[in-house]
Nanobody, 122 residues
Framework: QVQLVESGGGLVQAGSSLRLSCAASGRTFGSYAMGWFRQGPGKEREFVAAINWSSSITTYADSVKGRFTISRDNAKKTMYLRMNSLKPEDTAVYYC???????????????WGQGTQVTVSS
């Protein structure tokens, strides 16, 4: 069992940066792949980035590639999403998730956080 709690969201201007964190509880965090997803107003939940247990594999949505960086610290049981050059279209609730593999679809993940709001003003 893994419990996930996101933090670090907020209201920022376009071009700014934010770092989201996902803190996990449970003894098996290091064995899970982790992912970030987001859901904008009136939109379906979409993939943002994922990372495997050892950080040797990372994958990104085309819309964030080159601007966002996913990372994790297994000793701290925490995953991060560094977001640079934010755009208004990045506005969404951001969710972290844990699962067996760094996949791009929500059903592949077993555990979810409650989400943190990111709002980017133009």
């Amino acid at each position: 069992q893994v419990q996930l709690v996101e933090s670090g969201g907020g209201l920022v201007q376009a071009g700014s940066s934010l770092r989201l964190s996902c803190a996990a509880s449970g003894r098996t965090f290091g064995s899970y792949a982790m992912g970030w997803f987001r859901q904008g107003p009136g939109k379906e939940r979409e993939f943002v980035a994922a990372i495997n247990w050892s950080s040797s594999i990372t994958t990104y949505a085309d819309s964030v590639k080159g601007r966002f960086t996913i990372s994790r610290d297994n000793a701290k049981k925490t995953m991060y999403l560094r977001m640079n050059s934010l755009k208004p279209e990045d506005t969404a609730v951001y969710y972290c998730a844990a699962g067996p593999s760094p996949r791009r679809t929500p059903p592949e993940y077993d555990y979810w956080g409650q989400g943190t709001q990111v709002t980017v003003s133009s």
